[in-house]
């Protein structure tokens, strides 16, 4: 809350301001502007502002909070691989895991997420670390609400994650019944995502051990094209419907 409320007074410094309906800023007062647009007109200008890049990371966070703007977090993105890169990883991960934990919607973090960081190879190892892939153990101990709430929101968009990178975190993360609804989704994604990655037998073994609901969607048809050994749906184009026939 206190970032978001930085965040608003920064907007009014640049003249920017809330209104019934939308944002105004005071270069055109009589034009209604989204969060969206006040994201792409100024979320950009945090990183030039004169103040050290932590402070940067934690005001650009708190602008992601006010808008809830997935440009918001191309703006962070771009500011860590630009020529005053990278951003101080503790402040730049905090922020991230701090957002996943928290009891309000996370979309656009977990999208950032899966299509900048999961998506690119050069940055997926450690990105997913960072949000999950260390804190694992203590997820599964610990058990905490707000730890579980994180753990799920990573899981369930790290499709595009290498299968050596997350498999180890699968394997932990599968002690906990409360993780195997995100895990099912994770191992789906998995399958399904452009990019997504996964060793149908090491995936299939994981699948086994998920205390599912027996009529959960698309369980069997999961089940069958991993014990047929197909990795991804866009190298065997044909074998998820054929796994949807074979399933009715």
């Known amino acids: 809350m206190q970032a978001e409320q930085t965040a608003r007074r920064w907007l009014a410094d640049q003249g920017v301001s809330q209104v019934r309906g939308g944002w105004v800023s005071d270069e055109e007062p009589d034009v209604l502007l989204t969060a969206n647009q006040v994201a792409h007109s100024w ?15 934690r005001l650009a966070f708190g602008l992601l909070d006010l808008l809830d703007e997935y440009w918001v977090t191309c703006e962070i993105r771009f500011a860590n691989e630009g020529a005053e890169g990278p951003l101080p990883a503790d402040v ?28 690119d190879h050069v940055t997926s190892a450690s990105a997913f670390a960072e949000v999950l892939g260390t804190d694992i153990d203590r997820v599964v101990v610990e058990r905490s609400e707000a730890l579980l709430r994180r753990a799920r ?10 299968w050596a990178v997350k498999e180890p975190t699968y394997r932990t993360a599968v002690r906990l019944p409360a993780l195997h609804p995100a895990l099912f989704r994770g191992l789906l994604t998995s399958f399904h995502d452009v990019y997504g990655d996964l060793e149908p037998a090491d995936a299939l073994a994981l699948l086994d051990r ?16 991993l014990a047929a050994g197909h990795r991804n749906h866009y190298r065997s184009p044909g074998a998820w419907d054929d796994a949807v026939r074979s399933c009715s």
């Open 43 to 57: 979320a950009g200008d945090v990183f030039a502002e004169d103040v050290d890049a932590a402070d940067q990371v």
């Open 92 to 119: 730049l991960w905090d922020g991230y895991r701090q957002r996943l934990e928290a009891d309000r919607d996370a979309e656009a973090v977990t999208y950032s997420l899966w299509v900048d960081w999961f998506e």
């Open 153 to 162: 929101r990573v899981l369930e968009c790290s499709g595009p994650v290498r």
């Open 210 to 225: 998920l205390d599912l609901h027996t009529d959960t969607l698309h369980l069997a048809e999961l089940r069958h094209v």
